[in-house]
Nanobody, 125 residues
Framework: QVQLVESGGGLVQAGGSLRLSCAAS????????MGWFRQAPGKEREFVAA????????KYADSVKGRFTISRDNAKNTVYLQMNSLKPEDTAVYYC??????????????????WGQGTQVTVSS
């Protein structure tokens, strides 16, 4: 079992930056590959970024590639999402997720075992 708590969301103007954090507690953090997903009102949850257990491999959705960076600090049991050049279409609730034993970063939500409660990101134009 692992508990995930996101933080760092908020209101930002287009072109601005935010850094989301997801703190994990419970099982050994380094046994999980981690992902970030988002859900906008009236839309399905979509993949944003993922990172392998060691942090050596990452994967991004095309819509955020070059603007967002996922990273992790296994000593702090935390995964981060640095978001730059934000656009109004990035507005959504952002969720982190943990895939126990997952070796490679991926964007398949059904394969993630645990989810956080989400943090709201709003980008104004």
């Amino acid at each position: 079992q692992v508990q995930l708590v996101e933080s760092g969301g908020g209101l930002v103007q287009a072109g601005g930056s935010l850094r989301l954090s997801c703190a994990a507690s419970g099982r050994t953090f380094s046994t999980y590959s981690m992902g970030w997903f988002r859900q906008a009102p009236g839309k399905e949850r979509e993949f944003v970024a993922a990172i392998s257990r060691s942090g050596g491999d990452t994967k991004y959705a095309d819509s955020v590639k070059g603007r967002f960076t996922i990273s992790r600090d296994n000593a702090k049991n935390t995964v981060y999402l640095q978001m730059n050049s934000l656009k109004p279409e990035d507005t959504a609730v952002y969720y982190c997720a943990a895939d126990y034993g997952g070796r490679w970063p991926h964007g398949v939500p059904g394969a993630y075992d645990y989810w956080g409660q989400g943090t709201q990101v709003t980008v104004s134009s």
